[in-house]
């Protein structure tokens, strides 16, 4: 199977399986943003405890990149504390920049690695890692 297609598929199975998909019930750090050139949107809550993202959920709207890439965020950041959250946020710029970055705690990301080539599509894989970036901010500004 070429590398396209395995990409392909492993978006696909995000979008139509989405990992986290839903909300907490009680109290977690709620970023909601939109993508303004189609109207997508992502609600993005973060479980912070101590410094580590405990727990990540996500609902929304929006085409295959943007979900997929909220579905598989929300599965590399768990576990991971904001100063490695944030890092993980850069790293995936420098997916999106075309560079060559490797995700080994979770690499399915890397099959998003072929939207740098789209420059309309990149809005969409960047959304979901913009609300991170904004929830890291919030939790630290609260603490
Ligand atoms: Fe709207 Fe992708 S087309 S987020």
């Known amino acids: ?66 979900m997929s890439s909220a579905s598989m965020m929300t599965e590399a950041v768990k576990g991971k504390t904001l100063e490695e959250a944030v890092m993980l946020a850069s790293k995936f710029s420098c997916l999106m920049k075309g560079e060559d970055v490797e995700f080994e705690d979770y690499e399915d990301i890397e099959a998003l690695s072929g939207v740098n080539k789209f420059p309309a599509r990149i809005k969409c894989a960047t959304l979901a890692w913009n609300a991170l970036r904004k929830g890291i901010e919030d939790t630290e500004q609260k603490d």
């Open 1 to 66: 199977m070429q590398l396209d297609d395995l990409y392909r598929r492993v978006i696909m199975d995000h979008y139509k399986n989405p990992r986290n998909h839903g909300k907490f019930e009680n109290d977690a750090v709620t970023i909601d943003l939109n993508n303004p050139t189609c109207g997508d949107r992502i609600s993005l809550q973060l479980k912070v405890e101590d410094g580590v993202v405990k727990d990540a959920k996500y609902t929304g709207e929006g085409c295959s990149i943007s």
